[in-house]
């Protein structure tokens, strides 16, 4: 049995059919961040040419944990699973903390490699709206703070957005291309937190509430 999703096509002449994104049911966290990109690649109308390509794989292999997955490619249903089982067309080595950025050269099908790249990277969110996706998530993890207010410095000086109402309030500011990868899942909380690019307020078990709600965003779960 496999988690599907299938998502609508935005329209247009090249993107007049649907792709069909699946993963397998308890999929590996590997499995679900490929699958999560992929989804939202798809509702930006983005490489659909790529996602609707015959058969083809893919192996994505993490380069500094044993983690592997597998793409397969079929005229528009794309499906992620766990682990390498058979030669791929293409492998690619990446780094799940840079957006899948390729850690050495692929081997095998060079251009289907980066096709399925391609794919990986679709554009991210501005911050205000990645902000409002991550809260509505956010909001069943328990113990979830009552407020989230997400800072930044914009041309105009300094700008916020607060979600939800209550007395416990939980605080991140950075650029906003940080604060956007970071509420839409692209980027790990804790990753970017450890490069010094978010600063926060809270106290340590809002922190550890908070990175089990960006985990809930980054995975789909």
Known sequence: MTETTTVPAVSGAETASEVDVRIEDDAAPLVRLIGRTLRDSVRAGHALPVLRKPA???AIRSHDTPQAATI???????????????????????????????AEAPSGDAELAADALLALSPPVPDWQAAAEH???SARSVPGIPDVLVAV????????????????????IAGAPETLAGVFSGTDDLLAVLSTGQLGVMGTLSQL?????????VRYDV
């Open 56 to 58: 083809a794989t893919v």
């Open 72 to 102: 397969t490619f079929g005229s528009g249903v794309v499906e992620v699973s766990s682990g390498v089982t058979a030669e791929p067309d293409a492998t690619i080595t990446v780094d799940l903390n840079a957006r899948f950025a390729p």
């Open 134 to 136: 991550f809260w509505t």
């Open 152 to 171: 930044t410095e914009g041309p105009d000086g300094l700008e916020q957005v607060v979600l939800g109402e209550g007395t416990t309030q939980y605080l």
């Open 208 to 216: 550890s509430v908070m990175v089990g709600a960006s985990w809930k």
